[in-house]
């Protein structure tokens, strides 16, 4: 997509990408913006990047020019390039700023372009198919991000087996996302098991009030 008139208000974008049923990926840059031409020249100009974009709605936006001016206030762009994914449901799904090389660039691409749909839609589809190893990991991966990390692992779990040996791509990302909970569970909770450990093991010790301080 080029920047320029001819290019669509954000609303026009929003209302393309709800009609195409996918993710709505916006950059914003300047004609000053040196990072934003790298990126163009050695990221977008590659036909593995450009495959991963065919994906999703693509809006390039110059931020200081309109119609990409008025977008970039409402979306509070305060760097270029910055990437803002949106879903149908107008959410931001996610955004980066700052110049991304093509590996960083490609995953983020591949895991914002499965996250279009709201959530009504996502259950409406697990409900269809409890199988639904794609569906299964958008929601595990919304409910780690909600900090509902039970929910999440069971999710992924689900969904890791779901694409076992049909899907390897969705299945490594579950696989992914299921361990950074959990490693996020361990972390969380071995400091509080250390410390109940230590006030059981020694009760009446100088430590003990400290111990439970630090475990509550």
Not at 39 to 64: C, G, I, M, N, W
Request: include cysteine.
């Amino acid at each position: 997509a080029r920047r320029g008139s001819a290019l669509p208000t954000l609303d026009e974008a929003r209302a393309q990408a709800q009609k195409a049923r996918r993710t709505l990926v916006l950059e914003f840059g300047a004609k000053w913006c040196q990072p934003c031409k790298e990126f163009e020249r050695h990221v977008l100009s590659l036909p593995t990047v450009q495959k991963a974009l065919a994906e999703v709605v693509f809006v390039r936006y110059d931020a200081e020019e309109l119609p990409g001016q008025p977008a970039a206030r409402l979306l509070k762009v305060i760097g270029y390039p910055t990437m803002v994914a949106v879903g149908q449901d107008g959410r931001e799904i996610d955004r980066i700023e700052g110049f991304r090389g093509p590996r960083q660039f490609l995953e983020w691409l591949g895991r914002v372009s499965l996250d279009y749909e709201s959530d009504e839609s996502l259950l409406v589809r697990m409900n269809r198919d409890p199988n639904d190893a794609e569906a299964l990991l958008v929601s595990g991966r919304r409910q780690s991000g909600r900090g509902q990390d039970a929910q999440a692992e069971a999710t992924l779990t689900k969904a890791a087996a779901a694409a076992a040996g049909k899907n390897e791509a969705i299945g490594a990302a579950a696989d992914r996302e299921l361990r950074i909970v959990r490693l996020r569970r361990m972390l969380r909770e071995a400091p509080r098991k250390e410390m109940a450990e230590h006030i059981l093991a020694y009760p009446r010790s100088s430590n003990a009030e400290a111990a439970f301080r630090e475990l509550t």
